[in-house]
């Protein structure tokens, strides 16, 4: 009779652990959720991702703040929130650097470490020259660096390996250019380049448009193109490389995921509501403000999308002779 009873009591509490848990996912969130942010405050990456806390507090019915874990270009943000309890809790904001941080060895964390949930932005490349400069086209301006004196072209953007340096080196070698050609000037960032171009001590940079837009519409500098497969319809003057006939489309991108392991049910509910978010008329006000270009992918579409950009990084990552 007292092993009947025990096993009873067994029983009650497993199936009591099981409804307490299966209640909790039921009921998520019931409790503050963090944004990780692996980029400082007030950047692009930060302001994005503190407009979408604030509209997740309202769909989710619970706080979500935003933390800023920076260093290591994106990798100890990026690590942290792989490594964050698996409960939907901790969201990540992936950025394009999650796919160069094992190819600069500055960490392990791949795409493949994270359940995706959506992606919300992409700014495409620009390539952007002084006022004065002579070229009118992308094809005059790679022409002009084919036929001159190894060095004697200066690029800059940002670091090196990050998502500008590694658009521009792409571009070089689709139109028949070693990369080692040109000189790249590493930057802290946009701003610095944009400032260096301005003073005449570069010659190019690549970057996103809306960064060198005010500058390109008081007439101080000039874009010859965009890296994107169509015009984007916010600057419809901007032609693409592709109408220069050069067939390459890079860029930057943000998004949210989370670590592997968390409930289905959890992603689910995190999904629908980044869902709601990105379809409503604040996001697409909010972007469009502050020059953030739109594009959705959801769930599996997100990371394959994650997951192809990575595999071809290996081919840029070796023409640039970075990293491991």
Request: glycine content about 10%; some cysteine.
């Amino acid at each position: 009779m007292r092993k009947v009873l025990l096993t009873l009591m067994v029983l009650l509490l497993g199936f009591g652990m099981l409804y307490s848990a299966a209640q909790q996912e039921a009921q998520f969130p019931t409790k503050p959720l963090t944004i990780v942010c692996p980029w400082s405050p007030g950047g692009g990456t930060d302001r994005i991702a503190r407009f979408m806390a604030e509209q997740l507090t309202t769909v989710l019915g619970q706080p979500v703040n935003v933390v800023n874990k920076t260093g290591g270009s994106g990798a100890v943000g990026h690590a942290e929130a792989a490594n964050a309890a698996p409960d939907g809790y901790t969201i990540g904001n992936l950025t394009f650097e999650v796919n160069t941080l094992k190819y600069l060895g500055y960490s392990t964390i791949t795409p493949n470490d994270f359940i995706p949930l959506i992606q919300f932005n992409e700014d495409a490349a620009a390539v952007t020259v002084g006022a004065n400069s002579p070229y009118k086209t992308v094809p005059e301006l790679l022409n002009a660096v084919k036929s001159g004196a190894e060095g004697k072209f200066s690029f800059s953007g940002s670091g090196i390996g990050t998502v500008w340096d590694l658009a521009r080196i792409a571009m070089l070698d689709k139109y028949g250019i070693d990369p080692k050609r040109v000189k790249y000037i590493p930057s802290t960032g946009a701003a610095p380049a944009i400032t260096e171009l301005l003073g005449g001590h570069i010659d190019v940079i690549t970057c996103s448009y809306p960064e060198v837009a005010p500058q390109v519409l008081a007439g101080s500098l000039k874009t010859l193109a965009i890296m994107a497969p169509v015009r984007n319809p916010d600057f419809p003057n901007v032609p693409t490389l592709k109408e220069q006939g050069i067939d390459w489309s890079y860029g930057t991108w943000r998004g949210f995921a989370v670590p592997l392991g968390t409930p289905a049910n959890v992603v689910k509910i995190l999904q629908d509501a980044m869902v709601k978010v990105v379809e409503g008329e604040a996001f697409k006000t909010f972007m469009k403000t502050n020059g953030f270009g739109i594009q959705v992918r959801v769930g599996d579409d997100f990371g394959t999308y994650m997951k192809q950009q990575f595999d071809a990084l290996a081919a840029i990552f070796k023409l640039a002779g970075y990293g491991v």
